[in-house]
């Protein structure tokens, strides 16, 4: 098949979380699986350019891309995404990507991420690339369905057999934006094709019109696609997605193992597997000296890798950690960046427990690797969660993960049982301190017990979450919608 495949992240060009990931990972494995995958992501300044060959393609050049009242011109250039023989495209449009961050929320957010879904599918009708599927993300590229039955629709040798996909990897970030960006959309004439209400109240809300238009919705998990329909999780989407049941399903991301296994990392100072943990114990010395934390025998490590942001739950950690962290019971590795108010929280942790705490706010994909090889435990306490991608990397390095019962979490962290030697990490219900404290609790005792701990660590590496299982489902998916 054919899939044009959009996205405002691809690993490792430009990341900030999950997305980043899997808009890799994704179209690597359909590639390999013998369809003509074209991803499209825009060319942020940011990324690093002497690392990659990017190579501009002629008759992409200076397109003019016109849309409502704004005209861009952009050129589409292209680089080799690693560990595959597919190419990335990128839309090279200094005035809207030459910015300090890849989501710069100024003023004109709605253009910046437009551009990128006019730009694809114009050059894929300068290209004659006659897509089977045109899968987009989140909502910055949610509005391509619309404009695939407005502006595009015209071009039925390019775009008559299209079906669209919009995944959604977090349901909380829409993209609204008040009504008097419409004329800048490029969809004033076909505004009755709009949410109506919304629009007399004042907003164009993108991921609501990808919803609304795209053949098929999926997200990231099973438990996640059914939390969504509910008013709890909804992120007052829910009602529309209710409406749109048969149309949405949840389909687990995948692990690149590629980039993400113990037994292959180029990042972490030792590699090991769930028959050589020699390796792994390596690991964490090296990690807390790195960290400049001193080494406590018998005590665990916790780690922690993510955005700060108040949907990882982490304003639960100074009631829940405290008394254990006063007793010595651990140490902490944090490495995240985000909401002032959580670097304020551990920064505070770290000057109360130096011997105990360390945090670092840097953006740092090496780091993050040595923290999932190095740490004992990998901690999630999460109010919701989409798939999670950190937790599935944890289980693969025998980094024992302790996490909410929620989304993709639910659907990935078995909770121990030592009576029958099954289950793969921590498991905890309820959103309060209380709960992360029995969860700690419960992984410190397990972890005094050596045989429990190295069976639970064990299990866990031998799962396997590979994204062979996930490209199944997705291609199944686009053959369906055919
Ligand atoms: P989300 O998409 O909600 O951020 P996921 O668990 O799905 O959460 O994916 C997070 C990804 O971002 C993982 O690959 C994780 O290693 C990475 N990541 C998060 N914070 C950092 C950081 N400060 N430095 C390096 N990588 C990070």
Known sequence: MNVLFLSSEVAPFAKTGGLGDVAAALPRALHRRGHDVRVFMP???RIEQNKYRFRSIDSLRGM??????????????????????MEVFFVHCPQLYSRHAIYAHDGDEHLRFLVLCYAALEAAQRMRFAPDVVHCNDWQTAMVPLLLKTRFAWDGAIFGRARSVLTIHNLNYQGAF??????????LRDSHLLHQDQLKEGRINFLLHGILYANAVTTVSPTYAKEIRTPEFGANMDGFLRARESS?????NGVDYDEWSPQADKHIPQRYGPDWLEGKELCKGELLSRAR????????????????ASQKGFELLPDALGLALREGKFQLVVQGSGE????RMFHDLRRRFPRQVRFQTQFDNALAHWIQAGSDFFLMPSKYEPCGLTQL????????PIVRKTGGLADTVQLWSPRTGTGTGIVFDDFNAQAVHWALEAAFNIYRDRPEYRQLQRNG???DFSWDRSVKSYEALYARLR
């Open 43 to 45: 060319f942020y300044s």
């Open 461 to 463: 590496m031998l799962q």
């Open 64 to 85: 003019r891309v016109i849309f409502g009242t704004r005209s861009f011109e952009v050129s589409i250039f292209a680089a080799q995404l690693p560990h595959s023989m």
């Open 340 to 343: 002032k108010r959580f670097e």
């Open 293 to 308: 934390l001193p080494s406590l025998p018998g005590v665990p490590l916790l780690g922690i890798v993510s955005r700060l």
């Open 248 to 252: 949405v399903f949840g389909i687990l």
């Open 393 to 400: 990397y944890a289980l693969k390095y025998g980094t024992v």
């Open 178 to 187: 008040p009504t008097r960006v419409l004329p800048e959309t490029g969809l």
